[in-house]
T-cell receptor
Framework: AQSVTQLDSHVSVSEGTPVLLRCNYS??????LFWYVQHPNKGLQLLLK??????LVKGINGFEAEFKKSETSFHLTKPSAHMSDAAEYFC???????????????FGQGTILTVHP | DGGITQSPKYLFRKEGQNVTLSCEQN?????MYWYRQDPGQGLRLIYY???????QKGDIAEGYSVSREKKESFPLTVTSAQKNPTAFYLC??????????????FGPGTRLLVL
């Protein structure tokens, strides 16, 4: 079974300061991991994904995440927050397909990022 | 431009009424999905389809039905049996369901409200 825990339901930062959104996962297999962003009343947009290549993954809009197997974490970071980063962020895990096991996505509860001027 | 479209953006349902949400994609993806999003609960899978004329129940299929007659289209019907339909519904697609590397791409969503 797989699961995802986003450790903070809300994060508030000032514009120009670093962003850290925390995610821990549990997976029976070697997982693929994703971060999606959702602006109010919009669909989800893929920020980045990890699929067993480099453990430090760079995404769009200056975001990056590091896969740490020993800590079962996949935290999302950005060096300098922008007002347009204010949104809800979802950490997502997918078990590797193998045999009859399908790559079902499991979503975290979401972290709302607020950026203050 | 390739993408996923959902319509309508807002939908109102009366008591005892069935309503259908549209999802169309021109990405040539084989797999399509429907999710329900409630505040503070992330996304939950309602139905998914790996190929035309085939679909499977997800985690919360009760009160919903789907069809997949064309590769591009995967409509979702919210039936009167769904007692708490108010939510934001998201459609997604991917190149295939089997394979964790297949990223899912999402439409803009439909917000369903009960009158």
């Amino acid at each position: 079974a797989q699961s995802v825990t986003q450790l903070d339901s809300h994060v508030s930062v000032s514009e120009g300061t670093p962003v850290l959104l925390r995610c821990n996962y549990s997976s029976s297999y070697s997982p693929s991991l994703f971060w999606y962003v959702q602006h109010p009343n919009k669909g989800l947009q893929l920020l980045l994904k990890y699929t067993s290549a480099a453990t430090l993954v760079k995404g769009i809009n200056g975001f990056e995440a590091e896969f740490k197997k020993s800590e079962t974490s996949f935290h999302l970071t950005k060096p300098s927050a922008h007002m347009s980063d204010a949104a809800e962020y979802f950490c997502v895990v997918s078990d590797r397909a193998g045999g009859t096991s399908y790559g079902k996505l499991t979503f975290g509860q979401g972290t709302i990022l607020t950026v203050h001027p | 431009d390739g993408g996923i479209t959902q319509s309508p953006k807002y939908l109102f349902r009366k008591e005892g009424q069935n309503v259908t949400l549209s999802c169309e994609q021109n990405l040539n993806h084989d797999a399509m999905y429907w999710y329900r999003q409630d505040p503070g609960q992330g996304l939950r899978l309602i139905y998914y389809s790996q190929i035309v004329n085939d679909f499977q129940k997800g985690d919360i299929a009760e009160g919903y039905s789907v069809s997949r007659e064309k590769k591009e289209s995967f409509p979702l019907t919210v039936t009167s049996a769904q007692k708490n339909p108010t939510a934001f519904y998201l459609c997604a697609s991917s190149r295939s369901y089997r394979g964790e590397r297949e990223t899912q791409y999402f439409g803009p969503g439909t917000r369903l409200l009960v009158l």
